[in-house]
């Protein structure tokens, strides 16, 4: 009783982000045990323990049935409650494959074809700062670009909402404001030329959603994504702390508070359960089966970018998803999101196997991110399985 009570206590008095030491020993595990699985379990604790990780969620998809989800850890450190597989969670940038579908979904409609520029779709007027000149090259720009990140932009400080609203001239910038922004700012290579991974690409490409949908991007990806795969929690992420959604955990960071980071679409938007987005994900598994994309949209999803040869072996970034195409044919597909309070990953093996992890802090004490060290680990886990659970 006395070990209990220092253990409740040394939550209740350290920061939150602080999680470990001697006394979390103790990693809480919720869920449908699957005996099979049980080296999944034991890597995961094990995991936890040593990266000092306050929760996280894990589901397994073989063969398109869910076969394992649990909880490990903590939602809310300071009330102790455990993570449960119904525990909602920022996804950042694994949103962008969402995205990706539903501007898919729009060319096989007819509404846009991949090859539309974005300053014909989008009817914004560029911001130019004064004595500059728009870029001709900005026109080129096409929708396919976007998809791809070869839009012509690089990632930049200039580009954070904060530095945008005051460029501006406005107190917050919102995600018309950085497109108009974006479109007013000089290219730095040729569209198309080469890849640089860029979030607000995809905040165009949200844009472009609504404008040739005719919906908010919220209501045109609940109603034509995500419905027809049977997936109703999941909802907007909100930035702040207070905003929260009943089923949400909340986040930690070593470094940064994880409630000040603006929650829109290009990274931020969506809040989901592992078990959704493994749900999500399994619905390409049969091009031929999908409820979403046609079978030749799904195979569009993960080819290369006209510009880029695929080459087994290598990797390359797709339609809102990173592709690789393994020597022995494989393909497997996947894509990570990360943000302060927010680490993130979904993976299509190809060989019937999906994955997805999510956690409630992004980094360990060490400051590496806890995906990237996990991925190899967990892998070699499932690889080791020789029976796998029967499913109905």
């Given at each position: 009783?006395?070990?209990r009570l220092l ?6 008095t ?14 809480p595990v ?7 699985l049980a ?9 936890m ?8 969620s ?7 049935k ?12 300071e ?5 449960e597989p ?10 962008k ?12 409609r ?11 779709t ?6 130019v ?9 900005l026109?080129q720009?096409t ?14 400080d200039?580009?954070s909402y904060?530095n ?19 479109m007013?700012r ?7 030329e080469?890849?640089s ?8 490409l949200?844009?472009?959603i ?8 919220e ?7 995500l ?5 109703s929690?999941?909802e907007?992420?909100?930035t702040?702390?207070k905003?929260?959604?009943a ?7 070593h ?14 938007m969506?809040?989901a ?13 049969n091009?031929?089966r ?6 030749k949209?799904?195979?569009r999803?993960f080819a ?6 695929k080459?087994?072996g290598k990797k ?6 990173e ?8 393909q497997r ?6 943000m ?13 196997v999906?994955w997805v992890?999510?956690?409630?802090s ?6 590496k ?13 499932l690889?080791k399985i ?7």
């Amino acid at each position: 009783m006395l070990i209990r009570l220092l253990v409740v206590l040394f939550f209740l008095t350290v920061s939150p982000a602080v999680w470990g030491g001697e006394a979390a020993r103790e990693v809480p595990v919720s869920g449908e045990a699957v005996r099979e699985l049980a080296s999944i379990d034991n890597l995961m604790v094990k995991f936890m323990r040593e990266n000092r990780v306050p929760g996280g969620s894990v589901s397994i998809m073989r063969n398109g049935k869910l076969i394992y989800s649990r909880g490990f850890g903590f939602a809310d450190m300071e009330k102790q409650i455990p993570i449960e597989p119904y525990h909602l969670f920022r996804i950042a940038s694994i949103t962008k494959p969402i995205i990706a579908i539903g501007i898919l979904q729009l060319a096989e409609r007819g509404k846009l074809k991949l090859t539309d520029t974005v300053y014909e779709t989008l009817d914004f007027k560029p911001y130019v700062k004064e004595g500059e000149k728009l870029d001709e090259r900005l026109r080129q720009v096409t929708i396919e670009d976007l998809l791809h990140h070869r839009g012509g932009w690089r990632a930049k400080d200039e580009f954070s909402y904060g530095n945008i609203g005051k460029a501006i001239g406005i107190k917050y910038a919102y995600p018309k404001d950085v497109v108009r922004y974006m479109m007013g700012r000089r290219l730095d290579f040729n569209p198309g030329e080469e890849m640089s991974y860029l979030n607000e690409g995809y905040v165009m490409l949200g844009r472009v959603i609504e404008e040739v949908s005719g919906e908010s991007y919220e209501k045109y990806i609940k109603r034509n994504v995500l419905a027809p795969v049977e997936i109703s929690d999941m909802e907007l992420a909100r930035t702040k702390k207070k905003d929260l959604a009943a089923k949400e955990v909340k986040y930690y960071s070593h470094e940064y508070n994880p409630y000040t980071f603006n929650c829109f679409e290009g990274r931020y938007m969506w809040i989901a359960t592992a078990a959704d987005l493994a749900k999500l994900a399994k619905d390409f598994d049969n091009p031929l089966r999908s409820r979403i994309l046609t079978a030749k949209s799904v195979e569009r999803m993960f080819a290369p970018h006209p510009a880029e040869h695929k080459r087994k072996g290598k990797k390359y970034y797709g339609c809102g998803w990173e592709v690789l195409v393994r020597k022995d044919g494989k393909q497997r597909t996947w894509h990570t999101g990360g943000m302060p309070g927010t680490n993130g990953i979904v993976v299509r093996r190809g060989d019937g196997v999906n994955w997805v992890i999510l956690f409630n802090s992004k980094k360990n004490h060490n400051g590496k991110k806890l995906v990237k060290l996990l991925i190899d680990p967990f892998d070699k886990r499932l690889n080791k399985i020789e029976v796998w659970p029967q499913t109905q």
